[in-house]
């Protein structure tokens, strides 16, 4: 695949900048905030791919087309002449499900692709095999790459946090309800984490900016800059420790209100791993974020790359916002197990 280098180079009528963006999982928590940030910058013509006798609730402002995700033409006339394919995906979704709509956006001619990437630091592989993000971000990378046509960035975001505080005891180990805390070794270990308004501004922000420089002497950002990379970036850099002064913050506790219980993240670990294969699918939530709790940091991805939050703008939050946001979450009822936690209780073999 070539790709000219500079706007210069470009055909009469280029305009150097992303108009119309695709976005698929619009619907879901991560995939709002994103579309609501693309549709406030004013800047692009949104478009929700969702399914045909979908009932999810969209975001206001978006054009919406509505597919059939087994039927690949379907999908393809949906992407015509869209610039910029954004997909949002979870982690269990059917294999094979984003290399199908990969392969219809090459097919379509997308130029430009955001794989459902983004729990997870592309760059340690390491990582992406204990955490069984790994395989199915480079599975989806390969795809894009396989196709010939898109060129991909993958947003580097690390957990998303009022998800993972709100979630209960086996992310990031607060029990609210019991008045329980769940800590990886001494509680200490660093990660960087992200709340869904920061993810949003992040591809906001970065398709705001030109496409392509406009001549070898243009130094100032473009889209290009992060062809085929991570866009990378945070919103905290804290640890288990961190996080629970924030909600004594907060709720105006102390420790002495919680019990505390610690268990060693390797013991953790392998105790989710082997809740999955007895079928218990909250295993793969304890065991992924006991991995991230790793104290070689491997989670911690601010220590190894650069972020570039600067670069892209954004604000510098402030954590106990985000926790009181978390606990509002949790207050009203956000809770997306239902009964699959009360049919599968994890027992704590904490000490």
């Known amino acids: 695949m070539s790709t000219p280098s500079y706007a210069k180079d470009q055909p009469a009528g280029f305009t150097n900048r992303i108009e119309r963006v695709a976005i698929v999982g619009a619907g879901g928590k991560i995939g709002k905030p994103i579309t609501d940030a693309l549709v406030a910058a004013g800047k692009h013509t949104v478009t929700v791919l969702t399914r045909e006798d979908s009932q999810n609730e969209l975001p206001s402002g978006v054009n919406v087309a509505r597919v059939n995700y087994e039927n690949e033409e379907s999908v393809i006339a949906a992407l015509r002449g869209q610039q910029f394919l954004i997909i949002v995906m979870a982690a269990t979704a059917p294999p094979g499900s984003q290399e199908k709509l990969i392969a219809a956006a090459a097919k379509a001619g997308v130029p430009w692709v955001m794989p459902s990437a983004y729990g997870s630091d592309i760059y340690n592989e390491s990582l992406g095999k204990d955490t069984m993000l790994g395989p199915g971000i480079k599975s989806s990378i390969k795809a894009v790459e396989d196709g010939g046509v898109s060129s991909w960035i993958a947003l580097t975001c690390g957990t998303w946090f009022e998800f993972s505080l709100a979630m209960g005891p086996w992310w990031f180990g607060i029990d609210f309800a019991n008045k329980k805390v769940e800590q990886c070794d001494d509680g200490n270990t660093l990660i960087n984490t992200s709340t869904w308004e920061q993810c949003g501004r992040a591809i906001a922000s970065l398709l705001s900016l030109k496409e392509l420089p406009d001549d070898e002497e243009d130094k100032s950002p473009s889209i290009s800059r992060w062809r085929n990379r991570a866009l990378t970036i945070s919103s905290f850099q804290i640890s288990q420790r961190d996080i629970l002064d924030s909600v004594n913050r907060v709720k105006g506790l102390t420790d002495a209100d919680w019990q505390i219980q610690r268990e060693p993240s390797k013991v953790r670990y392998q105790r989710g791993l082997d809740l999955l294969k007895s079928g218990n699918r909250l295993g793969f939530a304890l065991a992924l974020y006991a991995r991230i709790f790793y104290p070689d940091g491997g989670a911690n991805h601010e220590a190894t790359q650069a972020l570039d939050n600067e670069i892209l703008g954004l ?26 936690a009360a049919k599968y209780p994890i027992e704590s073999n904490s000490s």
């Open 315 to 340: 604000p510098k939050e402030d954590l106990d916002e985000a926790t009181r946001r978390a606990i509002g979450m949790v207050d009203t009822g956000f809770n997306q197990l239902g009964d699959y």
